[in-house]
């Protein structure tokens, strides 16, 4: 299959497809340097983008220098990401049709609270967050209770 970078409609640069994919194929891998969540923070604490991909193990993420490192996020994907036997695996979850952008809920479970982490993805039921649905339930219950804990 023949992936291509280009503008994308969901935000800043996505990889889109030239040729149809099928249902379960693997679409990418993604690769690169190997960090602990230290040393990534030290790279990028101040960088307004990053190809961080969190592994498994919660202490380490893959430094994206593939083009897998391109695919956006949506809330309503066409791919999923999956790391199996170490490796971050990027599989198609539906037929896609050449032409269409690649995308992956990146369902996000850390990060600085204080960052929302907006969703562009415009899709029906978008969350408006990269975050996952529990982790914004999450956050939410823990505003909820500062919230009460500061009123008394």
Known sequence: MALVIRRSQIHADGVYTTT?????????????????????????EHSPRTYLFGLVDGEHVVDGDSIAAFINHCCDPNCEADEIRGRVIIQAIRNIAAGE?????????DGDP????????SAKRCRGSMYSAKELAKRKRTRKKLGTATRQ
Request: charged share 25%.
């Open 114 to 121: 204080d960052d929302p982490a907006p969703c562009w993805c």
């Open 20 to 44: 149809p994919i099928k249902k379960r194929a693997i679409v990418a891998e993604y690769t690169g340097p190997r960090l602990t969540n230290s040393q990534a923070d030290d790279i990028y």
């Open 101 to 109: 952008e690649l995308a992956y809920d990146y369902n996000l479970y």
